[in-house]
């Protein structure tokens, strides 16, 4: 079983920038990869990004790429989420889990308990 914790998250201003961190430990790195997900209240939950922890695969939503960049440290078994350009639509509560990283991003049960990102003026 792996754990998951996150951190990083605050209120920003729109256009500023957060950097998100996923802290996984527990079974080695190197048989899963990492996503990140977000969360309004009463919405569906939303995939941004994934990366894998054995040779840093990615894939970014349309809705993050250019602004969000997935990367690993392999050594500190983490997971960070910088997060430029921020927008108001950015505002969720976001998590990391560990999933399956392809064409189809599939979570596989190990969830952290999520950081809040309130974008705002």
């Known amino acids: 079983q792996v754990q998951l914790v996150e951190s990083g998250g605050g209120l920003v201003q729109p256009g500023g920038s957060l950097r998100l961190s996923c802290a996984a430990s527990g079974s080695s790195p190197d048989y899963y990869a990492i996503g990140w997900f977000r969360q309004v209240s009463g919405k569906e939950r939303e995939e941004i990004s994934c990366?894998?922890?054995?040779?840093?695969?990615?894939t970014y939503a349309d809705s993050v790429k250019d602004r969000f960049t997935i990367s690993r440290d392999a050594a500190q078994n983490t997971v960070y989420l910088q997060m430029n350009s921020l927008k108001p639509d950015d505002t969720a509560m976001y998590y990391c889990a560990t999933v399956m990283c392809g064409s189809v991003v599939v979570p596989l049960g190990s969830w952290g308990q999520g950081t809040q990102v309130t974008v705002s003026s």
């Open positions: 990366i894998s922890f054995s040779d840093g695969w990615t």
